[in-house]
């Protein structure tokens, strides 16, 4: 089975949120199972270029109205995993992984194309196209439309993940490449041009993240405006839980922390804590560290998280955020470490090292999203023995079984989007932490958790063969 993976980052060469773990871990655990991937993506400027062996394999011609860019082909193999970059004027114009909208969209239109390109060029045909979120939809509606015409691409299936249904895309540059239009009568019409309803509606098959977020999507409240789209299509559409990668992800083999731990050394945990206390000037106390290590946007529920905070100011706690984004929430949290300087700080930046100290730091792990499609940090952390306290929503529905409600749970879970209900479930965690013999019963829960990719790569390739048979 060969598979052509789009996506728009993957760790460990370009990560921003979620999205870079999936495409940096699941086509390794594709392999496993027999599949031949190429992840393309483009050489954003950020690549470090000096860490990675990077070969450069081609050129292309891409076509465009108003005159063709030439794109250039590189390739990587990385723990096992073959990538395709690709460069171009488009992508060199964006100093990171993300531009604004109208760079975003000529960016990724031109990728797209150029790695369908490549792979006539290289003569590797796949068996299928998985492509993942807006960036990727172009690729999805070219293939639609070539099919037709026989050829290169007639037999090749497609397969349509949703990581995140807020972020619509650009149509910006659609029309240069001439992009095939599809008509979207359920779409509301400020969402007609746009590449990810595009996407939904032209590929043979659509994931998304959990099952869950499966369900939600196709109602108006988690909708965004497709779920009469999404509703239609609920025949090929299928959840998929995301995993970790339990090497990447591991407190017994991790550089970033003081101290090495796993379940048989719990205790010995408590030393990382200590020390980041220190780092951070917190006092060495009883309290429990809640921590947050999230994109600082509406949809996390940071201003919840606050509120709730302060609800609870009675309650011994500590509070450590780590968080870059919406410079809004980036003040609300510098504000709010401000006013609470003996018990709270904000880490207003991007920082890996950080958040794995966090994971293996904090005793709790405040997740407290208005939606999440899977969530990431939720499988980390009961990893690393960090107790999640979720919102019932998503893939943190589908992962965190609440401790007060079922045998073998591993967090808490609170149903509204309102900082009542987290402050609500944050207190009975907090009543669980002092009760040391049932708060390691819960931690241990979650470290057994296995959220490794076996089952959602054996998953995902049950679905591509379904596809390719059809
Ligand atoms: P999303 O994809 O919506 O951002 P996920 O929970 O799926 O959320 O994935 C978030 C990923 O990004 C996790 O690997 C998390 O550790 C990481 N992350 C988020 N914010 C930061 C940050 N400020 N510094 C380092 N890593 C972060």
């Given amino acids: 089975m060969k598979v052509l993976f789009l996506a728009a980052e993957a760790a460990p060469l370009a990560k921003v949120g979620g999205l870079a773990d999936v495409a940096g871990e699941l086509p390794r655990a594709l392999g496993r199972l027999g599949c031949e991937v190429r992840v393309v993506m483009p050489f954003h400027a950020s690549i470090d270029r000096a860490s990675y062996p990077i070969e450069p394999r081609c050129e292309l011609d891409v076509p465009r109205s108003g005159g063709g860019l030439r794109a250039e082909l590189y390739a990587l193999d990385l723990e096992g995993v073959h990538f395709w970059l690709i460069d171009g004027p488009p992508v060199r114009q964006v100093p990171g992984v993300y531009g604004n909208s109208e760079q975003d969209g000529a960016k990724f239109v031109f990728c797209d194309r150029a790695a369908l390109l490549a792979c006539e060029q290289l003569s590797w045909q796949p068996d299928l196209l998985h492509a993942n979120d807006w960036h990727a939809a172009a690729a999805v509606n070219f293939l639609?439309?070539?099919?037709?015409?026989?050829?290169?691409?007639?037999?090749?299936?497609?397969?349509?993940?949703?990581?995140?249904?807020?972020?619509?895309?650009?149509?910006?540059?659609?029309?240069?490449?001439?992009?095939?239009?599809?008509?979207?009568?359920?779409?509301?019409?400020?969402?007609?041009?746009?590449?990810?309803?595009?996407?939904?509606?032209?590929?043979?098959?659509?994931?998304?993240?959990?099952?869950?977020?499966?369900?939600?999507?196709?109602?108006?409240?988690?909708?965004?405006?497709?779920?009469?789209?999404?509703?239609?299509?609920?025949?090929?559409?299928?959840?998929?839980?995301n995993g970790i990668d339990p090497q990447r992800w591991d407190p017994a083999h991790d550089a970033a922390l003081v101290r090495a731990y796993d379940i048989e050394t719990l205790p010995a945990r408590d030393e990382n804590k200590q020390s980041l206390r220190d780092e951070l000037g917190l006092p060495q106390d009883t309290s429990p560290l809640l921590a947050m290590v999230t994109r600082l946007d509406q949809q996390k529920g940071v201003d919840l998280a606050l509120v709730a905070l302060e609800m609870l100011l009675s309650e011994p706690w500590q509070f450590v955020l780590l968080g870059t984004g919406d410079p809004a929430l980036e003040e609300q949290a510098r504000r709010f470490a401000e006013r609470h300087p003996q018990r709270a700080r904000a880490l207003l930046r991007f920082d890996e090292h950080a958040a794995r100290r966090l994971y293996a730091s904090g005793d709790l792990l405040l997740i407290p999203s208005r939606f999440e499609p899977c969530g990431l940090t939720q499988l980390i952390g009961m990893r690393y023995g960090s107790v999640p306290v979720v919102r019932g929503t998503g893939g943190l529905l589908d992962s965190v079984p609440d401790a007060d409600l079922e045998a073998g749970g591993t967090g808490f879970v609170f149903q509204a989007p309102a900082a009542a209900d987290l402050a609500g479930a944050l207190g009975r965690a907090l009543t669980a932490f002092r009760d040391l013999a049932r708060w390691r019963a819960i931690q241990h829960a979650g470290m057994r958790r296995d959220s490794s990719w076996g089952k959602a790569a054996s998953e995902y390739v049950e679905l591509y063969r379904k596809l390719a048979d059809a």
């Fill in 144 to 241: 639609r439309a070539w099919r037709q015409d026989g050829g290169f691409w007639s037999d090749v299936r497609s397969l349509f993940t949703i990581h995140n249904l807020a972020y619509m895309g650009s149509e910006a540059a659609r029309a240069d490449y001439a992009v095939p239009e599809f008509e979207l009568p359920d779409v509301p019409d400020w969402a007609r041009h746009l590449p990810l309803p595009s996407g939904i509606a032209s590929a043979d098959w659509i994931s998304t993240v959990s099952p869950a977020y499966a369900r939600e999507i196709q109602t108006a409240e988690y909708g965004f405006g497709l779920e009469h789209l999404l509703s239609r299509r609920s025949a090929s559409l299928t959840g998929i839980m």
